[in-house]
């Protein structure tokens, strides 16, 4: 089992749409959660942290909820600009902050 | 105007020859990194350092060394023991503050002909 999954996708959306992407993780360890977002043939860029109360930024809401081990990615109004691979991306405690990636789930949206 | 950068952007082999890729950030982090990237795959660690003069081997190092003799720099050679080179290469720094957010450069794009 990997320890991040993702959705591959890719999701093909209309403008305007509302998608959600989901992730699950194996390690029940894991300190901090995100998501990044990386352009084809670009480097990932943080998109956001996620907090176990949720949080917002603009059209974006994420989720997290231990238990289930599971994280989500709610893209509200898509644009053109949002088409890009949405990585979920965990960190593990220990000596030192490892990140651990998920393969990415691909949007694309479409006028 | 800060950030980390890589050089080159495009870099091409041949078979049996070693490589150095570059990786620099003016960003005073303490941490840097050393990911792949394969199509379909998420990010694989090949090498961190915490600190100048030290670093550790991640999941796949086989094939690969680095040093880190300043707090900007963090070369790679990716020798000619790695079996399959081909590959996005990304350098990722974090720290001081918010040591597990990582920054990334625009990586190099690593052909072996």
């Known amino acids: 089992r990997k320890e991040v999954e993702q959705d591959p996708g890719p999701f093909n959306v209309p403008e305007g749409a509302t998608v959600a992407f989901n992730c699950t993780y194996s390690?029940?360890?894991?300190?901090?959660f995100f998501w990044y977002r990386q352009d084809c043939r670009k480097e990932p860029k943080l998109l956001m942290s996620?907090?176990?109360s949720g949080n917002e930024d603009g059209r974006f809401t994420a989720q997290l909820n231990r238990a289930s081990q599971y994280i989500s990615l709610l893209i509200r109004d898509s644009k053109l600009s949002d088409s890009a691979t949405y990585l979920c991306?965990?960190?593990?405690?220990?000596?030192?902050?490892?990140?651990?990636f998920g393969a990415g789930t691909r949007l694309a949206v479409h006028p | 105007d800060g950030g980390i950068t890589q050089s080159p952007k495009y870099l091409f082999r041949k078979e049996g020859q070693n490589v150095t890729l570059s990786c620099e950030q003016n960003?005073?982090?303490?941490?840097m990194y050393w990911y792949r990237q394969d199509p379909g795959q998420g990010l694989r660690l090949i090498y961190y350092?915490?600190?100048?003069?030290?670093?550790q081997k991640g999941d796949i190092a086989e094939g690969y060394s680095v040093s880190r003799e300043k707090k900007e720099s963090f070369p790679l050679t990716v020798t000619s023991a790695q079996k399959n080179p081909t590959a996005f290469y990304l350098c990722?720094?974090?720290?001081?503050?918010?040591?597990?957010?990582?920054?990334f450069g625009p990586g190099t794009r690593l052909t072996v002909l």
């Open positions: 991306v965990v960190s593990l405690s220990g000596g030192y902050n490892k990140l651990i």
């Open positions: 390690n029940s360890a894991s300190q901090s």
């Open positions: 996620v907090y176990s």
């Open positions: 960003l005073n982090h303490d941490a």
């Open positions: 350092s915490q600190i100048v003069n030290d670093f």
């Open positions: 990722a720094s974090a720290g001081p503050i918010s040591t597990d957010t990582q920054y």
